[in-house]
């Protein structure tokens, strides 16, 4: 039986990229992203910080709460610490626009100076690795509730807190927490 080069690349090919897709991500640093405007980025970019993973959305009641992310970001910059924001239309359709009005929105009326990524999905089939990942180790585990769930990353890479939307970003908790993974 001769099989032809094309057909052997059309087969063999689509299985290697079906399999790595399915593979489990063990490492936060494993994982590729796009920044806001698709660039390719790697989230080894944060090893050795602490950063705090966003799900963000610019129509949502918890939106007020980039003043305090921002605020968050700059107060601990320079000690090690991000905000990592990522975009995300699965909640209530809250956040439909582009990358490009994102960033303009986000700009203009917070001031955001924190990096923010690719709209991508937190949730459902789609589900970006990032979130599956975080929704898999994180305590406790399970699908993220809505736009602007929290979760903190120790300089490591490991899941240090999760923390629900209506947490806001100067809750006591989570600042004391910030600070304890810097100290670290």
């Not at 001769?2 to 690349?9: A, P």
């Not at 950063?51 to 107060?75: D, I, W």
Request: glycine fraction near 8%; charge should be positive.
């Amino acid at each position: 039986m001769k099989i032809s080069l094309n057909l052997l690349i059309g087969i063999v090919i689509p299985l290697f990229f079906a399999q790595a897709e399915t593979q489990s991500v063990e490492s936060i640093y494993d994982i590729s992203v796009k920044d806001i405007d698709g660039k390719p980025t790697v989230l080894t970019d944060y090893k050795g910080k602490v950063f705090l993973v966003v799900n963000v959305a610019s129509r949502c009641g918890f939106t007020p709460q980039y003043s305090g992310l921002e605020q968050l970001h700059r107060k601990f910059k320079e000690r090690g610490f991000s905000v990592l924001g990522f975009p995300c239309n699965d909640f209530g359709r809250q956040e439909p626009d582009s990358n490009g009005d994102i960033k303009a929105f986000c700009s203009s009326k917070y001031n955001i100076t924190f990096p923010l990524f690719d709209k991508l999905h937190a949730k459902g089939g789609e589900q970006h690795p990032l979130f599956k990942l975080l929704t898999t180790k994180a305590s406790p585990t399970g699908e993220i509730g809505w736009n602007f769930e929290k979760f903190l990353i120790s300089k490591d890479g490991a899941i240090a807190g999760r923390f629900k939307s209506a947490v806001k970003p100067d809750d006591p908790k989570l600042v004391a927490l910030i600070e304890k993974e810097l100290a670290k």
